[in-house]
């Protein structure tokens, strides 16, 4: 399997444009999902889980009460990827399902 390709800082900003609540580089995305309450967020932390080994990519997580704070970067590739912005595309996806903001 091909290693991803690192992005460009343009790639990275034209690819931020249809993920609203995410920022970053071409070293790192990241963004704060907050939940209903912290039961969801759990809810939440477990289905994005599902979604890294699903990808066998797999996101740095930290919660704090309802919040859950994202970020993505590829590591073996020095920074963002193709594979961060579809894996951003996915929890928002998720977030939405759960009610997050």
Same mark, same amino acid.
């Given at each position: 399997?091909?290693?991803?390709?690192?992005?460009?800082?343009?790639?990275?900003?034209?690819?931020?444009?249809?993920?609203?609540?995410?920022?970053?580089?071409?070293?790192? #995305?990241?963004?704060?999902? +907050?939940?209903?309450?912290?039961?969801?967020? @759990?809810?939440?932390?477990?289905? !994005?889980? =599902?979604? &890294?080994?699903?990808?066998?990519?797999?996101?740095?997580?930290?919660?704090?009460?309802?919040?859950?704070?994202?970020? #993505?970067?590829?590591?073996? +590739?020095?920074?963002?990827?193709?594979?961060? @912005?579809?894996?951003?595309?996915? !929890?928002? =996806?998720? &977030?939405?399902?759960?009610?997050?903001?």
């Amino acid at each position: 399997m091909a290693r991803p390709r690192r992005l460009d800082a343009e790639e990275v900003a034209r690819q931020l444009e249809a993920l609203p609540g995410w920022t970053g580089d071409v070293d790192r #995305l990241t963004r704060s999902l +907050a939940f209903p309450d912290f039961r969801t967020a @759990i809810r939440g932390v477990d289905e !994005i889980a =599902e979604v &890294a080994e699903e990808m066998d990519h797999h996101p740095d997580l930290d919660i704090r009460w309802r919040t859950v704070h994202v970020g #993505l970067s590829t590591h073996d +590739a020095g920074g963002v990827t193709q594979l961060d @912005i579809e894996q951003a595309h996915r !929890i928002d =996806e998720l &977030a939405r399902q759960l009610g997050a903001t």
